[in-house]
């Protein structure tokens, strides 16, 4: 059983190939993922029962049940659905690359809502009661005093939650898109090679975590300047 | 005691206030005329913190009437921010904004709620820096003052509202007793130019210094209230009388 | 819906495999994260570096990954092993159960070992000192004292982390394993009506998500029975 390098060094090239699709999967999905995210808090904070009440239920189902599963609703199940079809979404929701950005926006959107809710809660009581004595408006003290603090604290479990969207962008490859994993995957069909395949594909998702975590840790580290460390 | 024509700049009436089954304030009634100091104490749970949080509406009273500076509380916004432009308050864990530099802290109401400009503002937030003898201060991050100097940052920043009271909630109490004095000073020096102060503190001494009245509050009622020779002197009530054989023995 | 009559049984019998993943995976990953968490903890320098190889790999690579690595991989390793006994053989496999279970137990256990190790640390150094101080032994003070704390402290975390446990027994059916999405796509086969079945498969995996997140809710407030008397 030997370990053929001469594959490995010829499949890394068409692996990383799809890295682009890869990371175009990452970036759309984290950044409308966020903005949804966004929307979902200040919905699920206002205080209003008819805001907050049908996004606990959309987090509880996204959260709920498994991604694939999601995924596949939306890439198979769908289309069976007449008004879909016949809606402006459709030219998205027919390509599975549209599809995949509409599963992994939805289910980070409920993960990343609810990393900022523990964000705000975590902010001291004491802050936003000196705010409002000092007479701002609820508004300003969620701008100018909850948000900076809150996005500082849940940093670290929102960098978690952005592996999780990354590793979750191999799923893609379960609906015929060729991004790494996708073009990971035909290669060993072709050639019986799991063991160098896989694992060169998984020594670039290491990388690729690796890389955020240090991006992540950048930004803590600026974001915490005025944070005393404990001696 | 009360007033009734308008002198008063605090007005009390009847006052209730239920935390779910619990009464913190049992029909309390208390005026303060303006240039007024007064200073409240009492034993932890008699309703003192509430008394005060009740005064810029950080708590709501169940019954009863609040008027500040003209202002009646009620649920309407508009007043609640209109009285607390007015009131400044000094909280026991200071509440710094950690994410904002010391003059940052000062400015950002003035820039918010009073809509200076940010040359103005600063302005006002160096003067009063000044005026609790931290000018040096100004770029530094809260975390990196001690308790005292952090809490005299949040005098100043009080004052940069140009409030016409002001309430210190404990203000030294979770100083370390070295930094108690500094913090004392800058309220005395406040108080001597004729700021309407309400104060609730253990501080004994500073009370028979600075005060007109001095209020003993005991299970949400207020049981005395008298100038701090009488008070201290001749204290009426068995229970003003065990308070202070409790908290003046050592 | 009637489309789903006739089925009803064929997801019953995916959800039990289901649950039977589960089970197996969950003592699994118990166990890794407990020999992992022992490892980060203890003096030697070879255990603190195999398990923090351990924990980057799993935590840092698509769950989807690790799973057609385990299984093929395997699948080719056992193959080749048994045709040098018996030629004629052309495909030896770990069934996907084992395979499945074993992988996500791997990748889940990587965060159990985090959180179990930071748990063992928030344990009160006190009441260790106290009981060895009474005479209890150092096994004795492990099991009677260390692990209950741990526990409470771990709970919370452990909860999510047997939530994932359930959503990735969904990726195994994309090695065979006859669990619900098979049986979903047999009955898409049959009926044209792919949204219906993957709602219902949908619907299996939130009931077990609410059966999981009320039960650690209970397990929490037992833990907990100790500190609510106390006010």
Request: glycine share 8%; aromatic share 10%.
């Amino acid at each position: 059983m030997s370990f053929d390098f001469a594959l490995i060094v010829d499949s890394i090239p068409k692996m990383l190939m799809g890295i682009g699709l890869t990371f175009q999967l990452l970036f759309l999905s984290a950044a409308l993922g966020l903005a949804l995210a966004i929307i979902l808090l200040l919905m699920r904070i206002s205080g209003r029962w008819y805001l907050a009440a049908p996004t606990m239920v959309y987090i509880y189902i996204f959260r709920g049940t498994p991604i694939l599963v999601q995924i596949f609703i939306i890439y198979y199940g769908l289309p069976q659905l007449e008004f879909v079809r016949d809606s402006i979404f459709w030219p998205i929701l027919r390509e599975p690359f549209g599809c995949a950005i509409v599963a992994l926006t939805l289910n980070t959107g409920a993960y990343v809502s609810e990393i900022l809710r523990g964000g705000v809660l975590g902010v001291d009581r004491g802050l936003k009661e000196a705010g409002a004595a000092l007479g701002l408006s609820a508004t300003h003290r969620f701008i100018y005093i909850t948000s900076p603090i809150a996005i500082r604290l849940c940093l670290p479990a929102y960098s978690n939650d952005v592996i999780s969207l990354m590793k979750s962008t191999a799923l893609a490859s379960t609906i015929t898109l060729l991004d790494m994993m996708g073009i990971a995957r035909t290669i060993v069909a072709e050639t019986y090679a799991p063991y160098e395949i896989f694992i060169s594909v998984m020594v670039i998702y290491l990388v690729l975590t690796w890389f955020i975590q240090r991006s992540f840790g950048w930004i803590e580290k600026r974001m915490s300047r005025h944070v005393k460390s404990e001696a | 005691m009360s007033d009734g024509d308008g002198t008063n700049i605090i007005e009390l009436e009847n006052v209730d206030k239920f935390f779910g089954a619990f009464q913190a304030l049992k029909n309390i009634s208390l005026s303060v005329k303006k240039g007024e100091r007064i200073v409240v104490c009492g034993p932890s749970g008699s309703g003192k913190s509430t008394l005060i949080r009740c005064i810029n509406r950080l708590e709501e009273h169940d019954n009863g009437k609040i008027v500040v500076n003209g202002h009646e509380l009620t649920s309407d916004v508009k007043d609640i921010n209109a009285v607390r432009r007015e009131v400044g308050m000094v909280f026991q864990n200071f509440n710094l904004f950690p994410h904002l530099t010391v003059i940052g802290n000062l400015m950002l109401a003035p820039k918010l709620v009073r809509k200076s400009s940010k040359s103005e503002a600063r302005d006002t937030a160096m003067k009063y820096l000044e005026r609790v003898k931290i000018p040096e201060q100004a770029d530094k991050w809260p975390s990196q003052l001690s308790g005292g100097q952090q809490q005299r940052v949040a005098i100043a920043r009080a004052l940069c509202m140009n409030p016409e009271v002001m309430l210190f909630d404990e203000p030294t109490s979770a100083l370390d007793p070295e930094m108690i004095s500094e913090v004392l000073d800058v309220m005395t020096d406040l108080a001597q130019e004729g700021m309407t102060m309400i104060v609730v503190t253990h501080e004994m001494g500073f009370a028979r210094s600075v005060a007109d009245s001095v209020v003993f509050m005991d299970a949400g009622e207020i049981v005395e209230m008298n100038p701090p020779k009488e008070f201290f002197d001749n204290p009426k009530n068995e229970r003003t009388k065990l308070f202070l054989s409790q908290i003046l023995t050592h | 819906m009637e489309a789903v009559t006739g089925w009803w049984d064929d997801f019953f019998w995916g959800s039990l495999v289901v649950v039977e993943l589960f089970v197996v995976a969950l003592f699994l990953t118990i166990l890794f994260g407990l020999i992992g968490a022992a490892a980060k903890l203890s003096k030697s320098r070879v255990a603190h570096s195999i398990a923090s190889a351990y924990t980057i790999v799993f935590r840092g690579t698509p769950e989807i990954l690790v799973l057609l690595l385990f299984y093929f991989g395997s699948a080719v390793t056992l193959t080749a092993i048994a045709q040098v006994i018996d030629p004629e053989i052309k495909f030896v496999d770990i069934p996907p159960f084992w395979a499945g279970s074993l992988a996500i137990a791997l990748i889940v256990g990587s965060y159990a070992t985090e959180t179990f190790r930071g748990a063992f640390l928030g344990v009160d150094p006190g009441q260790v000192e106290a009981a060895r101080a009474l005479g209890v032994s150092n096994l004795q003070t492990f099991i009677y004292v260390r692990i209950p704390a741990m526990w409470r402290l771990a709970l919370p975390p452990f909860g999510n982390h047997m939530l994932s446990l359930i959503k990735d027994t969904a990726l195994i059916a994309i090695i065979g394993l006859e669990e619900t999405l098979f049986v979903a796509e047999q009955a898409i086969g049959t009926t044209g009506k792919p949204f219906t079945m993957y709602i219902v498969v949908g619907a299996i995996y939130l009931g077990f998500s609410t059966i999981i997140t009320l039960s650690v809710m209970v397990l929490e407030r037992y833990a907990n029975r100790h500190l609510e008397i106390a006010r």
